[in-house]
C-alpha cells in the first residue's frame, strides 16, 4: 500500500513498435512471446487483484486466471487463493454474465459501476460477482473505486488495459509504475488503441512524467520499467 490509502498500481501492456494495442477493428493481437507471457503470470500472481476494463473483456474474453499451476499452488501455500480477486471497470454495465472472467478459475470477482447501475448490476451479477458502486456520475469514479479497494484488503493492483482505462487512471494520478513490452511489429492505423486513450492531456503540464527504472531485451522485443513521477 501507498500513503493515501490506495492500492499500490502497475499498469502492464503490450504495444507494438509502433505504439498501438490492438488492430483498427480492436481485433486482439499477439504482440509478445512466451517468455514476457511467463513474466506477465508472474506479476499477476504476486498482486492482490488484477483489473481491466469492460471495452476488455468486450473485445478478448480474458479470464485473467494465473496460467501456471506452480504458481497457483504457490498462492495457496500463502493463504491466498488460486488467483488474484478479479476487477472489471464497468460505468454501464456491459459485461456479459457469461464472460470468461467471471466463470473460469477460483477467486473472487468485482464488477465496479457508478452509484446508479448499482441495483441493475447487483441483480445481473447475483452469484457471480461482488458489485461495488463508486460516483455518482455516469462513469465510475476511479479514486473513490481505488479506496474501497483497499478498504477490502487489495494492497497490490495489476491493471491489464484497455486504453481508456489506463488513460483515466494515468489522468488521476493513480498510477504508480507502468511496464511496457515493445513488439516486433507495426500494426498502424490512425484509429488503432494505444495503451493511454480517452482525450488526453491539455499540454505539457498536465503530461505524465516517467522516470525509467529498468530496460531488458525480451522475445525480441524490449521490456520498458517506468514509475511515475507526478502520482497521487
Same mark, same amino acid.
Given at each position: !500500500?501507498?500513503?493515501? /490509502?490506495?492500492?499500490?498500481?502497475?499498469? &502492464? !501492456?503490450? !504495444?507494438?513498435?509502433?505504439? +498501438? %494495442?490492438?488492430?483498427?477493428?480492436?481485433?486482439?493481437?499477439? %504482440?509478445?512471446?512466451?517468455?514476457?507471457?511467463?513474466?506477465?503470470?508472474?506479476?499477476?500472481?504476486?498482486?492482490?487483484?488484477? !483489473?481491466?476494463?469492460?471495452?476488455?473483456?468486450?473485445?478478448?474474453?480474458?479470464?485473467?486466471?494465473?496460467?501456471?499451476?506452480?504458481?497457483?499452488?504457490?498462492?495457496?501455500?500463502?493463504? +491466498?487463493?488460486? &488467483?488474484?480477486?478479479?476487477?472489471?471497470?464497468?460505468?454501464?454495465?456491459?459485461?456479459?454474465?457469461?464472460?470468461?472472467?467471471?466463470?473460469?478459475?477460483?477467486?473472487?470477482?468485482? %464488477? *465496479?459501476?457508478?452509484? $446508479? *447501475?448499482? +441495483?441493475?448490476?447487483?441483480?445481473?451479477?447475483? /452469484?457471480?460477482?461482488?458489485? %461495488?458502486?463508486?460516483? &455518482?456520475?455516469?462513469?465510475?469514479?476511479?479514486?473513490?473505486?481505488?479506496?474501497?479497494?483497499?478498504?477490502?484488503?487489495?494492497?497490490?493492483?495489476?491493471?491489464?488495459?484497455?486504453?481508456?482505462?489506463?488513460?483515466?487512471?494515468?489522468?488521476?494520478?493513480?498510477?504508480?509504475?507502468?511496464?511496457?513490452?515493445?513488439?516486433?511489429?507495426?500494426?498502424?492505423? $490512425?484509429? *488503432?488503441?494505444?495503451?493511454?486513450?480517452?482525450?488526453?492531456?491539455?499540454?505539457? &503540464?498536465?503530461?505524465?512524467?516517467?522516470?525509467?527504472?529498468?530496460? /531488458?531485451?525480451?522475445?525480441?522485443?524490449?521490456?520498458? $520499467?517506468? $514509475?511515475? +513521477?507526478?502520482?497521487?
Amino acid at each position: !500500500m501507498i500513503p493515501g /490509502g490506495r492500492p499500490y498500481i502497475i499498469v &502492464n !501492456m503490450a !504495444m507494438s513498435a509502433d505504439g +498501438k %494495442i490492438s488492430s483498427t477493428g480492436r481485433r486482439q493481437v499477439r %504482440i509478445s512471446g512466451p517468455a514476457d507471457r511467463e513474466r506477465v503470470d508472474r506479476l499477476k500472481a504476486g498482486c492482490d487483484a488484477v !483489473m481491466v476494463g469492460v471495452g476488455t473483456v468486450l473485445a478478448d474474453n480474458p479470464s485473467l486466471t494465473v496460467k501456471s499451476g506452480e504458481l497457483r499452488r504457490n498462492r495457496v501455500l500463502e493463504g +491466498k487463493a488460486e &488467483n488474484p480477486v478479479r476487477i472489471v471497470v464497468d460505468s454501464r454495465g456491459r459485461t456479459p454474465a457469461s464472460a470468461d472472467i467471471l466463470h473460469r478459475g477460483e477467486g473472487d470477482r468485482i %464488477i *465496479a459501476v457508478p452509484a $446508479r *447501475a448499482e +441495483k441493475d448490476a447487483a441483480e445481473r451479477y447475483r /452469484g457471480l460477482a461482488t458489485v %461495488i458502486p463508486a460516483g &455518482n456520475g455516469e462513469e465510475v469514479d476511479l479514486p473513490l473505486l481505488m479506496a474501497r479497494l483497499r478498504e477490502r484488503g487489495i494492497g497490490r493492483l495489476m491493471v491489464e488495459g484497455g486504453g481508456t482505462l489506463v488513460g483515466s487512471l494515468f489522468a488521476s494520478g493513480l498510477v504508480d509504475e507502468f511496464y511496457t513490452f515493445v513488439g516486433s511489429l507495426v500494426i498502424g492505423g $490512425r484509429d *488503432a488503441p494505444t495503451p493511454a486513450d480517452g482525450p488526453g492531456f491539455p499540454d505539457d &503540464n498536465a503530461f505524465v512524467r516517467l522516470s525509467l527504472m529498468d530496460v /531488458g531485451e525480451l522475445d525480441e522485443g524490449v521490456l520498458l $520499467r517506468w $514509475r511515475v +513521477k507526478n502520482r497521487r
